[in-house]
């Protein structure tokens, strides 16, 4: 007897296709050749192409050419092994091989021979090699085996031939009537297949599929997968029709509610939840079988019932309430997802005299979950926090309680980042938070997150009560700490002395002894931060300490890098760089993402760059730089200097309409650029010479040149630009109101190539809605850490008081005013509680040009909303603009 050793063991328990070598394995395939065929080690050899192939190793075409052909010879063999094996081998090198197509009659043989087995994978392997011109050679075939009585083959070819729709719609939509008798079958996998392959056939034409959905949901499928394909359907069909729940179709959807089969049910609930503006009223059936799916012992279900809960939840909190018992029993779910879901929907739906109730059972809970789901679960106490303002205590005692956990520095980030929110959102949470944060950074292993705290320190703390008791934590990180963290806490530090005079002479004394550290920028800070602070003026520390250059890092970047390539010869300019609406400390250096990612090629062909495509859609870091470096490319915008702000896109038509046309307005010192990104949606139609007509309804704006995107074919979108320079007059230059049409030449075409018809076209136009040019055009956002500290250092001022009767109440004047003046609120002055009868509101902004802008607006409710402006400007010019803008308000 022949014992195992522990290698052998080991070698038995491996992967044994792991030594198989490309090269080797295609030398094999020659052995298809021999005579007699050996059928075990054909398969074998087969088995390893199959693998070799699915393992992604690079074929080339003669290589896969000569597999291909000496498989061929196994035709011969009539081994099912063999032939299952050799259809699937087809499908793969289908793609990959030349002349493939010989096979042909010895698959359409097997696709209608006697033999079962062969019939089913050898229609898969023909329909993967046919091309548009075979389609029609097979279609007798094809519609002999979708109406065949064996399920294999009929399920066989409804798949073929749904993927085969794609390469020539015309003929398999000819092949309607077979698919609509496998409809009628009785096996579930068929009527699924002949369903989807009447929906791909119908899709483009709504009343028909309206009528197929109509007459389906009247009978009753077997099958709980055409089922619920049959319900995405209507889902479709309603959320397009808009009707919602009046829709004839909601009902429909509501009956499977009640259906025999669980995946059924489920597909509906999920409809319904996703529909647009549904309401609680008409959700209620839909969570009460979520309800039942609950306390399922199908993990699956329990699963799918919670993840469902939790999204109605976001929107419908009170709707999800009563499932709240069934919930707080998933807790101790052995399954840590289900847990993790029905904790977060609990956190949303509870109510406030239950949070205490909840962090209890939470605290047990979260030992035994992961890093990832610890930081769900941070998220909903966050929002939950939010909700309930006055349970701040104990919710921040609770993520504290985290902070000293183990964790990773994603988990950590989490908890910090709600504890910063917490504390920017709710004034009364300030110290709690604060207290946490500096006792993390105690043992802080993360120099990222240590130098956000601090930060949030140099910016909060100066406000507290106790301002002093902050320092010890605050230099610690001077003695403890790498120069990163060090270097961040001195800036904290100087922020402190700049804040509180009191204890200016103690941060002077501290400052000083930071001049002998051993980093250079540590000594730079502290040898720049005391100069200032030794002086003592209010005005050197807002632009120096506490309200940073607000400038774009990626702009500020380009901007020096094109003055050194210069001759240098004139002092650089500031206000050459763009502005963004964080201080230059908070920003993080990212890479900026390229024209290409954000913007399609050129289909105008022209050198102005007119038709070259949208930077549609562009968010986030890079998107002004992208839009100043798209517009530097065309010539007839050289010459106009830095691009000052960019707006959002402006919708100027509906969606659904033949011509889509949306609006970007580019601000510079004296011209504001119109950016039009037009589609057009008409297949057999070529538009070319796009451009939009502008008519001023303000004296002074002037239309000096437009450059008409050269040709819009079908769905490709291109750009037509409008050069209007703006007033000399600064007050007449804040607002205006454009009259668009949109112009064109019309041109038939072929909807597949595009080529027109012919050269000739007819003139059209297409109105547009309106553009309006209002102060948020001229102003960019730009924070101030201490706006009274700012507000101290400026002088030109202009105050006027208005009344704004059309408002009644005054939270809601002051979304309009933050609206229509574009500026960036200060010391969280926009969150105003409902019912308040007066409030300031805190604005800063640059306006065009650089020149930096600070408003105080005092509302006061007295027969609708009354409301008194003071504006603040380094040049008295902007301050008369804002507050003359304002009374047009």
Request: some cysteine.
């Amino acid at each position: 007897m022949k014992f195992k050793s522990d290698k052998d063991d080991e070698l038995s328990g491996g992967n044994p296709f792991l030594s198989l070598d490309k090269s080797t394995v295609l030398q094999e395939t020659r052995s298809f050749n021999e005579t007699p065929i050996n059928s075990r080690k054909c398969v074998s050899k087969l088995t390893n192409l199959l693998y070799v192939l699915n393992q992604g190793e690079a074929v080339s075409t003669p290589e896969a050419t000569d597999a291909f052909f000496s498989m061929t010879k196994l035709f011969q063999s009539t081994d099912p092994s063999i032939r299952r094996m050799l259809f699937l081998a087809i499908r793969e090198l289908a793609n990959l091989a030349q002349d493939v197509i010989i096979v042909t009659s010895s698959l359409t043989k097997d696709m209608t021979g006697p033999v079962e087995a062969f019939r089913g994978p050898a229609i898969r392997a023909l329909c993967s090699i046919a091309d548009s011109g075979m389609l029609q050679q097979i279609e007798r075939y094809m519609k002999q085996a979708i109406v065949a009585k064996s399920p294999h083959v009929a399920s066989a070819a409804l798949v073929s031939t749904l993927k085969m729709y794609h390469m020539n719609p015309d003929v398999v939509k000819r092949w309607v009537n077979e698919a609509q008798e496998a409809l009628n079958s009785d096996n579930v996998m068929i009527q699924f297949h002949a369903l989807g392959l009447l929906y791909q056939i119908k899709k483009r034409d709504q009343l028909a599929v309206s009528k197929l959905v109509a007459k389906l949901s009247r009978s009753s499928l077997r099958s709980p997968y055409a089922c619920c394909l049959l319900i995405r359907v209507a889902f479709n069909l309603i959320e397009t029709s808009g009707e919602g729940t009046g829709s004839q179709f909601f009902e429909f959807i509501e009956n499977c509610l009640r259906h025999r089969h669980e995946m059924v049910i489920y597909e509906a609930a999920h409809a319904m939840v996703n529909m647009n503006g549904i309401t609680a009223k008409d959700l209620a059936p839909a969570v009460s079988v979520l309800q039942l799916f609950c306390s399922s012992p199908k993990p699956t279900l329990r699963f799918a019932a919670v993840r469902t809960l939790n999204k109605i939840a976001m929107n419908h909190p009170a709707a999800v309430t009563a499932c709240n018992l069934d919930l707080e029993n998933l807790i101790s779910d052995s399954n840590r997802n289900i847990a993790t879901l029905a904790i977060t929907t609990l956190l949303k739906t509870g109510n406030e005299s239950s949070v205490d109730r909840l962090m209890k059972q939470i605290t047990s809970f979260m030992t035994e979950i992961s890093d990832e789901f610890k930081a769900v679960v941070v998220d909903a106490i966050k929002a939950l926090c939010h909700k309930f303002p006055r349970k701040h205590g104990i919710l921040l005692n609770f993520l504290g309680s985290m902070l000293r956990d183990e964790g990773g520095y994603v988990y950590k980030k989490s908890i910090i980042d709600a504890i910063v929110g917490i504390v920017e959102e709710n004034m009364d949470a300030r110290e709690t938070g604060l207290a946490h944060l500096c006792e993390f950074i105690e043992d802080c292993e993360h120099d990222v997150l240590a130098t956000r705290i601090l930060h949030l320190l140099g910016r909060e703390g100066p406000r507290t009560a106790q301002p002093s008791k902050y320092i010890r934590f605050i230099y610690n990180r001077v003695l403890l700490e790498n120069p990163a963290v060090t270097a961040a806490a001195v800036s904290t530090l100087a922020k402190f002395g700049a804040t509180c005079e009191d204890l200016l002479p103690n941060i002077i004394t501290l400052l000083k002894r930071c001049l002998m550290d051993s980093d250079d920028e540590v000594r730079d800070r502290s040898t720049f931060y005391l100069s200032i602070l030794e002086q003592k003026d209010r005005a050197l520390n807002s632009k120096y300490i506490l309200n940073t250059m607000s400038v774009s890092i990626g702009g500020l970047e380009k901007a020096l890098t094109e003055y050194v390539r210069d001759s240098c010869e004139q002092p650089f300019d500031m206000k050459s760089v763009p502005v963004s609406a964080q201080p230059l400390s908070e920003q993080s250096v990212q890479p900026k993402p390229t024209l290409q990612q954000v913007a399609a090629s050129d289909h105008s062909g022209g050198s102005s760059g007119a038709g070259k495509a949208d930077a549609v859609g562009i968010t986030g870091a890079g998107r002004q730089e992208i839009y100043a470096e798209q517009l530097a490319a065309v010539p007839e915008f050289a010459a106009l200097g830095p691009l000052f702000k960019s707006s959002d896109n402006v919708e100027l038509t509906e969606a659904e309409t033949e011509y889509v046309v949306q609006c970007v307005k580019h601000t510079f010192n004296d011209h504001i650029v119109l950016q039009f990104n037009c589609t057009n949606t008409l297949q057999d139609q070529l538009l070319d010479r796009v451009y939009v007509e502008l008519d001023p309804s303000t004296d002074g704006f002037r239309v000096e040149k437009v450059l008409p995107c050269a040709r819009l074919i079908y769905n490709q979108p291109g750009i037509t630009y409008a050069l209007v320079r703006l007033p000399e007059d600064p007050l007449m230059a804040s607002s205006c109101s454009f009259s668009a049409t949109l112009k064109f030449v019309v041109k038939d075409c072929d909807p597949n190539t595009f080529e027109p018809d012919s050269e000739d076209g007819f003139e059209d136009d297409y109105v547009l809605e309106d553009i309006e040019i209002g102060l948020s055009d001229h102003v960019m956002k730009c924070l101030k850490a201490s706006f009274g500290a700012a507000w101290d250092s400026m002088e030109n001022e202009t105050e006027e008081t208005f009344a704004i009767p059309s408002v009644n109440t005054v939270p809601e004047a002051v979304a309009n005013i933050l609206a229509f003046m574009g500026m960036q609120a200060c010391e969280r002055s926009d969150k105003v509680a409902e019912g308040k009868t007066n409030h300031t509101l805190f604005l800063s902004g640059v306006f065009r040009g650089g020149k930096e802008a600070l408003v105080k607006v005092k509302f006061a409710q007295v027969e609708g909303v009354a409301i008194n402006v003071v504006a603040r400007s380094v040049d008295q010019i902007v301050s008369d603009v804002i507050v003359s803008a304002v009374s047009e308000v």
